[in-house]
């Protein structure tokens, strides 16, 4: 949607006069998009476009008197595409509930030492967020 100063294109007719207007035409064309506002929106021109990839995604399109002291008339219109909601179910775990006493005995049989020896602090910083991990699996609902 904008002002794409083609006003040579006939979008009733799909008719252009000038190269610049073809070729814009021809990509509106090629990738099989509609145009939906038919009338001038700047003096006698159709300056002023809504495209869609679908006719039915776009309705009721009025050109209204212009905002302010803009030369170009206001484009009204009625998108019809309802946004699909991303229903992503979210499983949380229920740390209320958790075996922290079982935890507690899991985590005391781990040699830290020995686990730990001789890594950087980037290691030590994986293999401890690796063994909580764990522990969060296996302890808590």
Same mark, same amino acid.
């Given at each position: 949607m904008g002002d794409f100063n /083609?006003? /040579?294109? =006939?979008? @009733? +007719? #799909? =008719?252009s006069t000038g190269r610049e207007? =073809?070729?814009? *035409?021809?990509?509106? =064309?090629? +990738?099989? #998009?509609s145009q /939906? $506002? #038919?009338e001038a929106t700047r003096g006698e021109n159709v300056l002023d476009i809504v495209l869609s990839s679908q006719k039915e995604f776009? !309705?009721?399109v009025k050109i209204c008197e212009p905002l302010g002291c803009s030369d170009h008339n206001q484009i009204h219109f009625i998108i019809k595409v309802k946004g699909e909601? %991303?229903?992503?179910?979210?499983?949380?775990?229920?740390? /209320?509930q958790g075996r922290y006493k079982d935890m507690r005995e899991y985590l005391a049989k781990i040699d830290w030492n020995n @686990? *730990?020896?001789n890594k950087t602090a980037t290691e030590c910083? %994986?293999? *401890?967020? +690796?063994?909580? !991990?764990? $522990? $969060? !699996?296996?302890?808590?609902p």
């Open positions: /083609h006003g /040579h294109i =006939q979008w @009733t +007719s #799909l =008719q207007d =073809q070729e814009f *035409l021809n990509l509106v =064309q090629d +990738s099989f #998009l /939906h $506002v #038919l776009v !309705d009721n909601r %991303n229903r992503k179910i979210r499983y949380r775990k229920k740390f /209320h @686990t *730990l020896k910083w %994986n293999i *401890l967020k +690796s063994e909580i !991990d764990c $522990v $969060v !699996d296996k302890f808590v």
